[in-house]
């Protein structure tokens, strides 16, 4: 089975911080993807990549960068972590194919106060 | 520009009664259509997926979705509603480049 792991279920940071949330996937998937999730306004892409050391924004990048040194490993990174950045955040990965599903990690719930 | 509309936030059935719930998109040409489910803490597990072929798909946990083009829509039903079915669920559509855009989300309870 593929298995996508976000290594933090749960962080609490301040403002001002800097955030480093990991995603690792197991089945050599080309595309990775960084999803933000908030009560009713559903999956909201901020970054994604479909190769190593690619990686495009996607529909709400601002606050957030991403890296992507090895196939297997997605990085989100807040540069300065404020307070309406609270939310879970989820990843994802897929093969490049037609139909290619996405296959989620578990989430990670960050509050920054 | 692509979308997906769900238009029930909340949705309550009876353990036993049978489930619709409703996805529609606005993609110009075939889509891809997906529905995910997403258990309280959790990431998003697929239901199903249409990519081509006969309409009506079949999935996990007895869920099936049928794709009617001429009215943009991939509606997720159940004959029998089970509890363990409470949830909220996602409908997709993907694009030739990889891309998914999801829904907002429908959360459905179920009454014992």
């Known amino acids: 089975d593929v298995k996508v792991t976000q290594s933090s279920r749960y962080l609490v940071k301040r403002t001002g911080e800097k955030v480093f949330l990991e995603c690792v996937q197991d089945?050599?998937?080309?595309?990775m993807f960084w999803y933000r999730q908030d009560p009713g306004l559903g999956l909201r892409l901020i970054y994604f990549?479909?190769?190593?050391?690619?990686?495009e924004k996607g529909d709400i990048p601002e606050g957030y960068s991403v890296s992507r040194e090895k196939k297997e490993r997605f990085s989100l990174i807040l540069e300065s972590a404020s307070t309406n950045q609270t939310s879970m955040y989820l990843c994802?990965?897929?093969?490049?194919?037609?139909?290619?599903?996405?296959?989620f990690g578990e989430g990670s719930r960050l509050t920054v106060l | 520009a692509q979308s997906v509309t769900q238009p029930d936030i909340h949705i309550t059935v009876s353990e036993g009664a049978s489930l619709e719930l409703r996805c529609n998109y606005s993609?110009?040409?075939?889509?891809?259509l997906f529905w995910y489910v997403q258990s309280p803490g959790q990431g998003l597990q697929l239901l199903l997926k249409?990519?081509?072929?006969?309409?009506l798909v079949q999935g996990i946990k007895g869920f099936e979705a049928e794709f009617k083009r001429s009215q943009s829509s991939f509606n997720l039903r159940k004959p029998s509603v089970h509890w363990s079915d409470a949830a909220e669920y996602f409908c997709?559509?993907?694009?030739?480049?990889?891309?998914?855009?999801f829904g907002s989300g429908t959360k459905l309870n179920v009454k014992p």
């Open positions: 994802a990965s897929s093969v490049t194919s037609a139909a290619g599903e996405l296959f």
């Open positions: 249409y990519f081509s072929g006969d309409t």
């Open positions: 990549s479909y190769d190593v050391k690619m990686k």
């Open positions: 089945m050599d998937h080309e595309n």
């Open positions: 993609y110009g040409a075939t889509p891809y």
């Open positions: 997709a559509v993907g694009d030739n480049f990889n891309k998914f855009y």
